[in-house]
């Protein structure tokens, strides 16, 4: 087994109510994927392979907005009976996944989710460079899904972070370090990953990260 250490949890105090989706989008530095890596025993090829897959690399949209993904089948599980048929009614919940497709951009729609319940619109979205689920975000070291999303206004090291929080509070560092990639796919992507090849698209992102020159970086040792 690799490396592993206990990831320090965000400070619950640092991040307050969102005003803005703009912030300063700071890119990830050449050494925060090694360095991240390296607290779960994985090196930069694992963690880009992941990033690719859910983001194609980026954590911030063309507006330079957080990168986030509304989905209406969330959101009507997230809702009460009254405030879900509200949703319903505004095209904003349905109750299964794919029954729509999705726009091109999804900060329309999310903004009318949140008029209708602030942190269940929050919880119903995927966010940033590891598309983490806002009902993910105690895993990912935050102590609401707003307050995680405030946190990754500024830079995508705060993105990284939380998915590397998240990777190990669900105990799927094990599946990473062994590239176990449909053990690792299941975990974070949930039970229908090999319906859309989740599994054989990590698995050919990591050879091809595989081939590239890492950046030189050596863990501090305790």
């Known amino acids: 087994m690799g490396r592993r250490v206990s990831l320090p949890r965000a400070n619950p105090a640092a991040f307050g109510t969102i005003t803005s989706f703009y912030g300063k989008a700071k890119r990830l530095d050449d050494l925060d994927l090694p360095r991240l890596g390296a607290l779960i025993g994985v090196g930069e090829d694992e963690l880009h392979a992941v990033i690719e897959v859910e983001t194609a690399g980026g954590g911030f949209d063309s507006k330079g ?4 993904l509304f989905e209406p089948h969330v959101f009507y599980r997230e809702l009460g009976e009254q405030k879900r048929r ?5 095209g904003l919940a349905y109750p299964r996944w794919g029954e729509k497709p999705y726009p091109a951009d999804s900060y329309a729609r999310f903004e009318r989710a949140m008029q209708i319940d602030r942190p269940a619109a929050f ?3 995927s966010w940033g460079l590891g598309q983490i689920m806002g009902f993910n975000c105690k895993a990912a070291g935050y102590h609401s899904a707003e307050a995680m999303v405030a946190a990754f206004l500024d ?3 705060k993105h990284l972070e939380a998915m590397v929080r998240f ?3 669900e105990g799927l560092d094990d599946d990473l370090r062994r590239h176990d990639w449909s053990g690792f796919a299941r975990g974070y992507n949930g039970a229908g990953y090999a319906t859309h090849g989740y599994h054989t698209r990590l698995a050919a992102a ?3 990260w595989a081939k590239i020159k890492d950046t030189p970086y050596q863990a501090a040792v305790a």
């Not at 907005?65 to 986030?68: D, I, L």
């Not at 509200?86 to 505004?90: H, I, M, Y």
């Open 123 to 125: 919880r119903s979205a």
């Open 65 to 68: 907005r957080v990168r986030m």
């Open 86 to 90: 509200q949703a319903v009614s505004a």
């Open 206 to 208: 990591f050879a091809k």
């Open 155 to 157: 830079e995508e090291a």
């Open 167 to 169: 990777i190990q509070s």
